[in-house]
């Protein structure tokens, strides 16, 4: 299972244990966000979970021709509107996407999806997910899901 390699040891799957004692574990008091597509575009959903029950807190979708960068954006923002709704502004959020991490930082979802009759719902949503990040501020902490060193997200569709 482990290999010397230096000082280190390396697991098998190829992560060192100074990594892991570097990210460490996962904050279990969150909510954990993920977003599926069957296709690229495809049919789209997302959900927010307790990340330590799994329990789920809310979920949209399906909807047609979706991306999931879009899905994990808009969960990503239900997530944050939901908690200060709840008035929760340090409870933390994971996401396993850089993406729409980044696209909630600069509050823009950068798509190239094209817009079109049978996805206007999505751009919608979108638009109205900006609006929110422009009018409002938030203090929750937004983490990468560390999949690697964690396993799957546990809002995770499980369809791979």
Same mark, same amino acid.
């Given at each position: 299972?482990?290999?010397?390699i230096?000082k280190?040891?390396?697991f ?6 100074a990594r #892991?004692? *570097? &990210?460490?574990?996962p904050?279990?008091?969150? &909510?954990? !966000?993920? +977003?599926a ?5 495809? !049919?789209m959903?997302?959900r927010? !979970?307790d ?5 789920? #807190?809310?979920?949209?979708? /399906?909807f047609?021709?979706?991306t999931?960068? &879009?899905?994990?954006?808009l +969960?990503? !923002?239900?997530?944050l +509107? ?6 929760r /502004?340090?409870? /933390? ?11 909630? =930082?600069?509050?823009k979802a %950068?798509?190239?999806?094209? =817009? ?7 751009f919608?949503l ?6 929110? *990040?422009e009018? %409002?501020?938030?203090?929750n /902490?937004i ?5 690697k060193?964690w396993?799957? &997200?546990? +809002? ?5």
């Open positions: 299972m482990f290999e010397n230096g280190t040891k390396k098998s799957s190829g992560l060192s244990e #892991l004692k *570097l &990210i460490g574990q904050n279990y008091n969150s &909510i954990a !966000v993920d +977003a597509s069957s296709g690229n575009p495809g !049919v959903e997302y927010g !979970v990340t330590k029950t799994g329990m789920q #807190l809310f979920h949209q979708g /399906p047609k021709r979706g999931n960068n &879009i899905g994990e954006f +969960a990503l !923002v239900h997530a +509107a939901l908690l200060q709704k709840e008035n /502004p340090n409870l /933390p959020i994971y996401s396993d996407s850089r993406i729409a991490i980044g696209w909630v =930082k600069r509050k %950068n798509t190239k999806l094209k =817009k079109g009759a049978d996805n206007s719902i999505l919608q979108m638009n109205r997910a900006e609006t929110w *990040l009018n %409002n501020s938030f203090t /902490p983490y990468k899901w560390e999949t060193e396993g799957e &997200i546990p +809002a995770d569709f499980g369809r791979k």
